[in-house]
């Protein structure tokens, strides 16, 4: 049994060594960027990590939104487990202010990799294109180079840990938070329906992404209500035409003060956050109110508001990602409250995919009165907690870290909670929604005291040597 597994393995390490000359996309280079400790993850993000990461900086080729051939960069971040066999991960990163604010140069997020990273799977961050080491201009949520660059990463994240001697089994995870959201459903759709022969999803998790383009969005961009984060519309607009040719020049489509802002923009000279304040105030003095629909010279606005067959509107419905049926166990994680990326996109996405037929689509709202910043923290955790019940780490064929055989009763409950079979040296961690954690108790009896948490849904994590139980309760 043993020799026929690890002949398996260098199959398909070689398999996928040589894949490149099947492909056009072409592992190119690493380059080892920084290290976490396991102490220095615990100390910096929670007490729930396993072991430390590496990170490196790759290269490889992609296509461009012409179809030529890019050198693009992203981040992989590798668990220290000696001769473990891990499970391959894809972490997209939301939006950036610049074209180097980006995980491979160790900012744009990039700690939601180290996350996953920390707790076994080999993660890879796509820093997109356009951004970081890629040519030209970002095609900001455009789901098909999303996608690709995407692909590809992963793809060549196969070469690298050929190369390495890094040992993948056949497990994908797929999330990403914000435009990640976007990215990492756009991603998960490509796969199931265009690239099943490469991969297969194992589970995904898509956190308060701008799914519905031509729906949710659209009436965000034509409504009349206030929006402090009008930047993001010219950058859409922007990659689209990028990406269909949708209009010859900004002024076209934008009122002179506000196509002279985003010009700048374009070429690099102001920053999104910096666009994103001289909008606001140009809006708020021209118009009283930070409303975006102002931004549009008004024979542009018009046509988009009555002819859905309007070149931006078809660009628009082009971008969905939501309507499709996932086949891998999917959560749409969201917060009711963000004030970036309204939680409708996740709403509609979860009741289409499940009118489709999806076998298990569910959303989950980790914090109702969270905003877009606050409900990062919530929506990864639930995703870490999500994802555990399918990952798969292995020695050989020596389970790493399995799941215990445990029960939890009552549940409801009001003051205690009863462990059924736990390992002597077990330790018990108890963290709330947000992902906060009360203090870690040794477990020297089976009951333990929930009498100090308020009431609500709380997450047990039980470890020992033996292997870890990951579970719910709610304290009523």
Not at 49 to 55: I, P, Q, Y
Not at 188 to 204: C, G, K
Not at 385 to 409: A, C, E, G, M, P
Not at 454 to 464: D, E, F, K, V
Request: glycine letters at 6%; aromatic letters at 12%; a negative charge.
């Amino acid at each position: 049994m043993k020799a026929l597994f690890s002949y398996k393995i260098c199959l398909l390490l070689f398999v996928f060594a040589n894949f490149s000359s099947l492909q056009a996309q072409q592992f190119i280079s690493s380059e080892l960027k920084g290290t976490f400790t396991k102490d220095q993850l615990n100390a910096q993000y929670g007490p729930f990590f396993e072991n430390g990461v590496k990170l490196y900086k790759m290269l490889y080729t992609t296509p461009d939104l012409q179809g030529l051939t890019d050198t693009a960069s992203g981040l992989i971040l590798v668990p220290e487990r000696p001769n473990a066999v891990m499970p391959l991960l894809c972490a997209q990163h939301g939006t950036v202010s610049s074209k180097n604010d980006v995980p491979s140069n160790l900012q744009g997020g990039f700690e939601l990799g180290a996350v996953f990273a920390g707790v076994g799977y080999v993660t890879v961050m796509p820093d997109f294109l356009g951004l970081g080491e890629s040519r030209g201009f970002h095609p900001y949520v455009h789901a098909e180079s999303e996608a690709s660059v995407s692909v590809d990463m992963l793809l060549a994240a196969r070469e690298f840990a050929a190369q390495n001697n890094i040992a993948l089994n056949d497990q994908l995870f797929i999330t990403g938070y914000s435009q990640g959201g976007h990215a990492s459903m756009a991603l998960h759709r490509e796969i199931e329906q265009n690239q099943s022969t490469l991969f297969t999803v194992t589970a995904a998790a898509h956190l308060s992404g701008p799914y519905s383009i031509s729906g949710v969005m659209r009436d965000l961009i034509i409504g009349d209500s206030e929006y402090f984060f009008p930047a993001y519309i010219p950058f859409t607009i922007i990659s689209y035409d990028e990406a269909y040719g949708l209009f010859d020049s900004l002024s076209a489509v934008f009122k002179p003060i506000y196509a002279s802002m985003i010009d700048k923009f374009f070429e690099g000279t102001f920053s999104l956050t910096t666009l994103n304040n001289l909008l606001i105030a140009a809006l708020e003095q021209n118009n009283g109110a930070s409303i975006p629909k102002y931004m549009f010279q008004d024979s542009v606005l018009n046509a988009v508001i009555n002819d859905p067959n309007h070149p931006f509107n078809v660009a628009l419905r082009n971008n969905d990602v939501y309507d499709w049926a996932p086949q891998a166990p999917t959560r749409i994680i969201y917060c009711t409250a963000d004030d970036q990326v309204p939680y409708r996109n996740s709403i509609v996405a979860d009741s289409v995919m499940n009118l489709r037929g999806a076998p298990d689509v569910m959303k989950m709202d980790v914090n109702p009165t969270a905003d877009h910043g606050e409900c990062v923290l919530p929506a990864v955790f639930q995703t870490y907690v999500f994802f555990n019940q399918y990952r798969d780490i292995s020695t050989d064929i020596t389970q790493i870290n399995k799941q215990l055989d445990i029960k939890i009763f009552p549940n409801p409950t009001k003051d205690f909670i009863t462990i059924s079979n736990p390992p002597a040296d077990a330790m018990v961690q108890i963290f709330d929604v947000n992902g906060q954690l009360n203090p870690t108790k040794k477990l020297n009896s089976n009951s333990i005291s929930l009498q100090n948490l308020g009431r609500g849904l709380y997450t047990l994590r039980i470890s020992s040597t033996e292997g870890i139980w990951i579970g719910k309760v709610i304290v009523n």
